[in-house]
């Protein structure tokens, strides 16, 4: 099939390496995709860091990333509805369409997940194979950048559906990417009122940009008084719980009213210690686990919310690279100080 | 207690009339309020037409009206929660709080509902009495007539809330005011995509105004088809039944998705006919009947969705007078070929 | 592949006939079935009896008959989860897995949905090939003719789901198989109290069997009245419509508390009168129309409910015949004054 | 008013002395109710038994109590809708009626609330006055003994009501009267399957009676093994978390499906450690915290079940004393190894 450029895990350690590989054949129910655009995750790090985590999952040599947008250029026999010449971006989760979850339209818990870029070659190259059925079609005319965020857009729509911030307080703990796709999802689904809290300063400016009413600093330490203050005196009704951070956890739940929702998506490196009693039990609250993207509900909806120009993630994305610049990538997200969101490369 | 000018509706037959009357007495747990605004809802112009609902509701001699705005100056003697001075805007329907309903948090369909303006006097004063329980403390600052609207925009509130429209598509049938007002609380509460329908040429001007996305002559032929193309092609997710024509019901179920929800609130004066099998049934679709404003839920969001700007319904005011005026108000309305939201009128 | 007994319907008009046929090929994806019981349905009868709806749907010859159960006894070569021997009870609708619906967890309302034994061949034969996404492996040790029921009680499991009784009061016009499963689902499910409405005292009788609280006929002239004095003088909070009759829509929605919700699950033959005003919207009612079962989450349910005998159907199996003895199974199913619940037939 | 006999913590520390007291009086909004039977709850223990929990929350000299049924023998003058003869059971739960809860619905974690027996005289006790508010007028031929369970059962039905169990498979962890009320609850809402975990073999008794389809020791080191195969291999539905314990919580968590909910009600003594990453988050599950009774949907729903005789909590009760035997009730109750649940006093 010829060779190719691409980002590669070559052995166990940290680091990555910019190699030509061979470019993937198809199966038959594949499309394989010249990749346009690609942006890089925090999972990305944890595999070019090779922490624990990353360890345990990636077996080496490995094409990694698993955001992005590109054309279809060749389709598997099976294949009936996609056509070389068709634009898309990509649900990195493939199900395996048969266990419990996967026939109960719930793929995105499905029990035999692979991750594309972690399980299975990745985007950071010039063509990627996946399955047909992740492959989503993107409306014409969509910004090759923005088509690439769509996978880990797709979370923060799940995160927000799931919250049903509709005419609610909503109050977002954490604003790197995940955070503020998540801000721009509350805003455009219907918040009545939208705060976003973190201790970095250029975040917050970010989540201004993405539609918060109000910032605040996390280290505030009258932070939960503040939002209760500001969600006129019972606490939020909603808070989206986007870091991981235990601190984080704690003040979320304690920042809502009681009967209040908090959706669980950052996550924590460790176990969490949690006063089940007073800030779950005793106040009627629900804490909501959410994961991924409900295929095909939340590309739906994301896609009609960019589409109509309530949703626009371009401020969130902060610099663009060349695919051969992907050192230089890591950098910038590493460096301190610097305002990064979402990184984007160009193969 | 003084004597106050009022409309009154004296004698049974069409019209009314600007009279003198008793200023009310209030009992201990009543209210009594200054009328500051007050507006004209469709109800009215059916006491004034005197038709056939009118007769088998009405005992007169009756001050009408049920949409007002106002300030406490005297309460009785076991209310608690208000006090002279408070600025408030009024439930008009007065539960039991006794019954299975009002037992279960759906107090908007007492079993024992009495209405203000229909049932007891009403707003069309310059002073009127309430039952604490439905007197709504409006947020510092808002303008008098935007307050004299939040019962009559409570009910669409009340109708985007059960329709659920945060990231679908919906069609709003029926342009007048409250098909206005659900156009705008669908714009806050997070529709991707709005569409307004009506035969009007400037309600669709005032739709545009509230916030539709697309705005469509609902004796164009094709307007199934074009509700069908603009929602992707399979329908819309939601319709807003805000008419009561029997040509709007069909229509806006017909514009539906398989699985889409109609929203019924428009009245209409007589039995529809209904193809239950394929309009309903075999697309599993569903139709939620929609009545009065929840209490207090539907105020709570819809005082947040006014005070973040969310929502702003000043678009739908096109005409104000005093009360005094009140004949000339009601030619207005009356007067076909005039751009006419709503009526506003001050004491 | 050889020869087989079958029940075709050979050319346009009524009745049908028992034809030695060929026993059909399976494409790659399919799988071939032995029948080992099926029962009949109201549809098979109208391709009896070749009425308007049948004309507009049936392109003869076709062997019908489309409720079954059996023994897988080949696969196709792209079928991964069943195997020769296993015992399956089919999901009659064939959904097409690309559109909307079937990528929104809605693979019941598919907008190309093929039904077997209406538009390919059904299971009234020795054989019968279904795709393999559409046959459900049923518990080991399950009877049979409980087997072959499967396909319509999963209607009424989710007509039942839809309408949340658990722990309600719940009313159910119409007695015939689709109104008797309901009644034994709607028990199951916890509905507190489970009142059945028919015309028929036969019927009347099986709902008892099934599980229903009280029994009305639905010609007492005080059915609204008994049904609101039963549920505690508001109204039942579930109304299921089963019957598609006229008369029974309208009770059953009148016989609703305020906010209560009614299900349409029996199809009328022509448009209904509704009286949208007071019968839906000014008691804030709601409409749900059900159509097919949810794949797989009705099926995963009503296996679990059968499994533990939460759930038994037997009551409503009134006749056994040989396949060969179809002529006498559809004479009396069509004969007045019997006792007639479901009919089940064995190759 | 005279004096009455009665159970009182009269000073700070451990016990309790049987009195004679003054007989309450009634405001305006209460009324007076002889007291038949009342019951045993753990909270009355930690009374008793004067623990950290008490000593933040008691002023002595309080007659204890919470659980109770009687009769109504004087009513307050604003009082319209209970008169005297009337047999009620009792919400302990005194909402404010005007927070934001308790004018949304949800006066159950109203801000201000107020508990019988904790903050205000109870009912082991002649007589008790409470709001009117809070009487629940019992259906006719009641036996006293289960009406006097309504309160702690409500919980329980609460819980099952918020999990949603109608055709699901539910785990009830910890089977002490908390449990045992939610095995019932869940076995009359419909639960297609129902697992009861506890380290008691008397308690895992009660649980067979109250409707369990198998009961595990929750010591057996395949615990979640267990549940997982019993629930077809993917984890139940459900788990209702009745005992507080660290243990518990996290035997719960794990034997849940993906997707699964999981329902916090026993109080933990202390915080938690918690698995949020893989417990929750990546299997997208959900927890929700459930206290007190929705008033009045849970006592309606409560009522029903009871009335039907689809809920009978009597194998609950394994003891009955006298009030003046208070003593010896406590001590049976702290006795180990006596198969113990629910303890009812008559005065």
Redesign the interface.
């Known amino acids: 099939m010829g060779t190719m450029l691409a980002v590669v895990k070559a052995l166990p350690g940290p680091g990555a390496k910019i190699s030509t590989v061979e470019t993937p054949a198809i199966g038959p129910a594949d499309v394989l995709i010249k990749v346009i655009a690609t942006s890089i995750c925090g999972t990305d790090l944890h595999i070019y860091n090779w922490d624990a985590w990353a360890q345990s999952q990636i077996r080496t040599p490995l094409v990694f990333g698993h955001e992005f947008h590109g054309e279809v250029v060749e389709v598997g026999r099976e294949v009936?509805?996609l056509h070389p010449g068709d634009r898309v971006s990509v649900e990195s989760h493939v199900p395996c369409g048969?266990?419990?979850?996967c026939?109960?339209?719930?793929m995105?818990?499905c029990?035999e997940l692979k991750i594309i870029g972690v399980h299975r070659a990745g985007c950071f190259a010039q063509y990627v194979a996946v399955p047909a059925l992740c492959a989503w079609k993107v409306s014409p005319g969509m910004p090759p950048e923005v088509a690439s965020l769509m996978e880990p857009m797709g979370n923060s729509?799940h995160v927000v559906?799931e919250a049903?911030?509709?005419?609610?307080?909503v109050a977002v703990f954490g604003c790197g990417p995940a955070g503020l796709f998540a801000t721009g999802c509350a805003r455009?689904?219907?918040?009545?009122?939208l705060y976003a809290v973190d201790i970095n300063r250029h975040r917050l400016e970010l989540a201004k940009a993405m539609g918060a009413?109000e910032v605040i600093n996390g280290a505030d330490p009258d932070l939960i008084g503040r939002l209760v203050k500001l969600s006129?005196?019972?606490g939020v009704d909603v808070a989206l719980e986007m870091s991981?951070s235990q601190k984080a956890?704690v003040n979320a739940l304690r920042s809502l009213?009681?009967?209040g929702t908090f959706v669980?998506?950052g996550?924590?490196?460790r176990?969490?210690?949690?006063?089940?009693?007073n800030d779950?039990?005793?106040?009627?609250?629900?804490?909501?686990?959410?994961?991924?993207r409900r295929?095909?509900?939340d590309w739906?909806?994301m896609q009609?919310?960019l589409?109509?120009g309530?949703l626009d993630p371009r401020p969130i994305i902060t610099h663009r690279f060349k695919l051969a610049e992907f050192e230089q990538a890591i950098a910038t997200i590493r460096q301190d100080g610097v305002k990064c969101g979402k990184v984007v490369l160009f193969p």
Request: charged share 25%.
């Open positions: 009936a509805t048969r266990c419990h979850q026939t109960h339209g719930m995105h818990i029990d729509v559906s049903q911030v509709s005419g609610k307080t455009a689904k219907g918040a009545a009122a009413d006129g005196g019972y991981g956890i009213k009681k009967g669980a998506f996550i924590p490196s176990p969490i210690e949690l006063d089940l009693a779950v039990i005793l106040n009627g609250r629900r804490m909501l686990g959410v994961v991924g295929m095909f509900e739906v909806e009609r919310l589409d109509g309530k």
